[in-house]
Nanobody
Framework: QVQLVESGGGLVQAGGSLTLSCAAS????????MGWHRQAPGKQRELVAI??????NYGNSVKGRFTISRDNAKKTVTLQMNSLKPEDTAVYYC???????????????WGQGTQVTVSS
C-alpha cells in the first residue's frame, strides 16, 4: 500500500504565495519521480511541475513563478507557488512514480488533491 498525502492548499489573493507539500508513505523501495498536476473545472489535468533525479521540469504557464523541490530521505515534494493568478485556481494533485519492490517496475500513484483558489 502506498499513500500520497498533500497539504497546504487554500485561498489566496492574486499576487500572493502558497506552498504545497506532499508526503509518500507505505511500501516503497524507491521513488523515480515526484511532481504536481492540476485540474481546473471543465479542463483536462495538466502538468505543473515534476522532479526526477536532479532535474525539474515545469508547465509553460508556471515557469518562473513556481518552484518544485524534493527531499528524497523524507519522501516529500514541495511546490512553492509565487505570483499566483486567478487562472492558477484548480485542484492540485501530487503524483509519484514508485518502485515498490526493487524490480524496477514503476507505478504511478496519485494523492487525493488539494484545492487552490486564487481570487482577483
Amino acid at each position: 500500500q502506498v499513500q500520497l498525502v498533500e497539504s497546504g492548499g487554500g485561498l489566496v489573493q492574486a499576487g500572493g504565495s502558497l506552498t504545497l507539500s506532499c508526503a509518500a508513505s507505505g511500501s516503497i523501495f524507491s521513488i523515480n519521480a515526484m511532481g504536481w498536476h492540476r485540474q481546473a473545472p471543465g479542463k483536462q489535468r495538466e502538468l505543473v511541475a515534476i522532479h526526477s533525479g536532479n532535474n525539474a521540469n515545469y508547465g509553460n504557464s508556471v515557469k518562473g513563478r513556481f518552484t518544485i523541490s524534493r527531499d528524497n530521505a523524507k519522501k516529500t515534494v514541495t511546490l512553492q507557488m509565487n505570483s499566483l493568478k486567478p487562472e492558477d485556481t484548480a485542484v492540485y494533485y501530487c503524483n509519484a512514480l514508485i518502485d515498490r519492490s526493487g524490480n524496477r517496475l514503476l507505478t504511478n500513484y496519485w494523492g487525493q488533491g488539494t484545492q487552490v483558489t486564487v481570487s482577483s
